[in-house]
């Protein structure tokens, strides 16, 4: 079958399978999707919660903790230090399959009986002194972040890999010493920069490769003491730079609009594919024969996917590292062929289960770990594990499940704690309007003790004292960046702002966070044609490439096809 256009059964819109996508299909015995692409991911995006945690006590050892789950959830929270550890045995809670009854009914009873990990991560097994990040591993001394492994120091930022003392930044690898950098790999001693590659010691950069020292430049290759573009020796740029203030707020604010206004001058690569030769999308980097990815390393043959670090031969997954021969799953690190699963590590042939990690042959499953043979927690021999799966998955596919996420009706956050509200955010209206769940805030008791207008223009005015202030967010709840209205900082925190010479933030890490997604382009592509119009170019008049690109039509960005680019910027 060469291609065929199917209705997505949830929004009605048309939605395109080609010969390679039934080719994998077959290859992990699934039947095709009836989702768009789009609604696979919002479907996905409802069992992640990146952004709200929620005081509570550990339900086994009493003590205070911070979760992803607040008290009203119906199943026990466990802290790390007792969910990894062999105080609790998740097989206790096994059960029968009931054929009578649909396969989702039966998880979602299991699910609401077995603990969760507060916060989803390694800390005290293969991370350290990391217990408040969210969805990380193999890191230590990392805090409020989300999304990532082998950091260290890292804060309020999301998907890093390989980073060292980051703060405030959005898919970074392999960077040190960076604040306020966004989709930037092998960056030092930055900030305020974007698309930018193995450089060091910018501020307000954007498109840069192979650069030096460089202030409030754009498109810049091997250069060395730039300001706006233009050459400078080392002594003159480091007296100019001084003259900026960007060690003052008000510096930084100033450097911030006239960045914003500068970029827009510049055109943009159509796409951000660096030696990733045969694939679409955004932000791909060392990778092959990927479509419609976004934000990834390494890819191989893979499509819809986002937020990886290396995978292959893998559909529709997100948020994670390694996964290879995966299909419709959050966060399959460094697994294999697992099928429909959330928060499932180093597994394989893990069908339809939830933070299964080190398992082999499970099946329906919650919190094993070092498990295998087992359907809804139950342990069974090889052979009856076989026999079982396969009347089980007869039996999805009479009900209709067979083939399809798990359904949004018994996820256990609501729409705007999950990740759906950075990518697909909706109105407290529209959310209940299409019957999904609205949570309401809980108020915030707290006395504001560092107001802004009181807050040092300058880290060099400020003392360990500000440790134990409440500091006013300049927001103050009036935005829709799920806003704290305050916040507090910590010692590392601190120290951090005083080794870049960065002045205090005035917001909250929400709507910093925010503030971010801005400057992001949306996982989605656009049929665009190139807006070059040199007459020094190849072309004759308008050039007539036409690209798939994740720059909207309506936005105000000058987007270039490759050819034409590559005339213009190097």
Known sequence: MNQEIKICKNCKKEFILNSNDFGFYEKVKVPPPTFCPECRFQRRLFWRNERTFYKRTC???????????????????????????????????????????????????????????????????????????????????CYLTSGGWYCDNVMYSYYTC??????????????????????????????YSQLCFDSLGLSFCYDMRNCQNCFMCVGLRGKNYHIRNQAYSKEEYLEQLKKENIEKRSGVNNSKKEFETMILKFPNRYAQLIKSPLCTGHMLINSKMSVDCFWARELENCKHLIFL???????????????????????????????????????SYTFYSNNCHSSNNVFGSIGLKHGEYSILNKKYTKDEYEVLKEKIIEHMKKSGEWGEFFPVSIAPYSYDESFNMEFLPLSKEQILEKGFKWKERKERKYEVTL????????????????????????????????????????????????????????????CRYYERLKKRNPPKLWHRACMCERENHEHKGKCEVEFETSYAPERKEIVYCEQCYQQEVY
């Open 162 to 191: 390989y980073d060292k003392d980051i703060a405030d930044s959005y898919f970074l690898n392999n960077s040190e010493r960076c604040y306020e950098c966004m989709e930037s790999d092998r960056l030092f001693d930055s900030k």
């Open 451 to 510: 107001f802004q207008n009181k807050i040092p223009d300058s880290i060099l005015d400020v003392d360990d004292h500000i440790l134990d202030e409440v500091v006013e967010c300049a927001h103050n709840g009036a935005c829709n960046h799920v806003c704290s209205t305050a916040f507090r900082l910590i010692e590392r925190e601190l120290q951090f702002y005083k080794k870049m010479n960065i002045p205090i933030p005035t917001l909250c890490p929400n």
């Open 59 to 141: 339900d086994l050892c009493k003590k205070n903790i911070i979760s992803t789950y607040d008290v009203d959830q119906p199943f026990p929270v466990y802290c790390q230090k007792c969910w990894w550890s062999d105080n609790w045995d998740p097989f206790s809670y096994g059960k029968e399959f009931d054929f009578s009854r649909p396969f989702f009914e039966q998880f979602h009873e299991l699910m609401n009986r077995v603990p969760m990990l507060n916060m989803q991560n390694d800390d005290g097994v293969a991370s350290l002194n990391s217990e408040y990040a969210q969805d990380f591993a193999f890191s230590k001394n």
């Open 309 to 347: 670090d290396g995978a292959k031969d893998c559909y529709d997954c997100n948020s994670s590292g390694n996964p290879n021969l995966c299909y419709e799953s959050l966060t399959p690190d460094n697994s294999y062929n697992n099928l429909f699963t959330i928060f499932c590590w180093k597994c």
